[in-house]
């Protein structure tokens, strides 16, 4: 490693908790349900990245939960961070996850300038579910 990647490591290990740092190396959660209901892949008009989250529902509920993504260490630690809150929670009305939520489980001090990273994941979800409820209420 030469001194500017080490620099970089440096400061990545101050700002990004050992929380975000361990989702963004071993994401939970990732990879496809074969079964989805809510199938959502939403991009990064700034960088281009992407996260897709796929959902399987039952009761109301969401019963599983899993992404898959091309994106930076924020935004993968959040899709993994998500899926793991997300599982068990009612659907029928409201938010599933706050932004304040999913933030504050990162436990990291993400600048407004990569907020919009954190919140991929969130966008995928709060889109997904916004299109199944629209047709289970349309039926
Ligand atoms: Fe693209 Fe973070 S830099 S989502």
Known sequence: MDNENENVADRQQRVYSDVLLDHFRNPRNYGRLPSADIVYEEFNPLCGDRIRI???I???RI??????GDGCAISIAAASMLTELIVGAEIAQGEVVSSEQLLS???SD???SRMQCALLP???LRSG???YRHAQTSR
């Open 54 to 56: 796929e959902l399987e």
């Open 58 to 60: 039952s009761d109301n």
């Open 63 to 68: 019963a599983a939960a899993r992404f898959v």
């Open 105 to 107: 489980s990162l436990k």
């Open 110 to 112: 993400i600048k407004p």
């Open 122 to 124: 969130l966008e995928a």
């Open 129 to 131: 579910l916004e299109i």
